[in-house]
């Protein structure tokens, strides 16, 4: 009896692919693949859509390009005049109520100096301060309550060598300790706010592992004080802290793959880099490539026309589009503005790109 919708796919897995058919069969499956049926820059960007519709019918008529979109491409000296630029490009072009705009970090590692360069916009005949919404998790390997937790785990492990569980719930009573001195200290500021939600997630992790110890099933097993100590200090590095927003505010703060089936009338890009985006990553899998290749499941060829999707879609019912990206040199690596924005800079028919040194 449900009819269920299919928006914003676009690679599939075999095994998506075939649940998609079987629903289909069914007559109870829609498809609303988001793609551009005449778009020439780059011939792998929606090439995984169309061959998904010879057997899965779109459910909406497929977007023509239309017009040349003008593309401003800004070259910057280093990561963080970028984030610098972010606060001042905001402040420029967000004047009025419900023009929807966007800040896209393509390196989610940029996330820290791009809000540190948030400024506070105030709307003509207004005193309040425009909310943003801010789509990524905050690094809790960032905050300073990281650096104070570990420092205190090794202290505690040293101390109590012999009991991990007394180690680690010497850590917690600390970061109780931190939590105290924060309340003290309130403040209506969102450092505040973002310390204390490092504080929780922290002691929620401690909590974790001592509860894991005190299983019957582990607590047979010998456990390495420095393997254990290593695992959580892991474990911590990899949390996030979530920013609790507003997502249908009009400015917007977000990664890539958060762009997926929006639009936005002014977009930013930062950080359009070789090697950040497409990502150059490898295969984190034990299947050899070729093996992965003969039996269509993801390799490092098709997460790169993923990337293609994901930017370009981005770009076509957008209005105003600036990319920035950092042509800074070090001894190991240099970097270098991305193909997609070569491909862009070749294809005049479909493309009007000014270019500007920052």
Known sequence: SRTYCFIGFNYLLPVERQLMLNLQSEGRALFYWDYVEDFRTNSKAFAFIRQNISKLPNALPAAKWGERRKVRTVSATSVHSEAEYAGQWLKQTYRRKGESTAVVICDEAQLEPVIYSLPVIRLEGSDAAEDVNITQGYPLRNTSVFAEVTKQLSKAFLKHAD??????????????????????????????????????????TLVQFIAILNDDIVSGLTTHPDLLQRLIRRHLEQQSLPFHGEPVTDLQIMGVLETRTLDFRHLLLLNVEEGVIPASQPDKSL????????????????????????????????????????????????????????????????????????
């Open 163 to 204: 009991n991990p569980a007394e180690a680690l719930k010497n850590t917690v009573a600390f970061v109780d300790k931190l939590s105290d001195q924060s309340i003290a200290a309130r403040s209506n500021s969102w450092q505040w706010n973002l310390q204390r939600e490092a504080l929780y997630q922290t002691r929620r």
């Open 287 to 358: 299947l050899p490539y070729y093996l992965r290749k003969a039996y269509g499941l993801q390799t490092h060829d098709e997460r790169a026309s993923v990337y293609a999707y994901n930017f370009f879609r981005l770009l076509h019912r957008a209005e105003d589009v600036t990319i920035l990206f950092s042509q800074s040199q070090t001894a190991m690596t240099k970097k270098t503005m991305s193909r997609f924005v070569m491909q862009m800079l070749v294809c005049p028919e479909e493309f009007e790109v000014e270019k500007f040194i920052l």
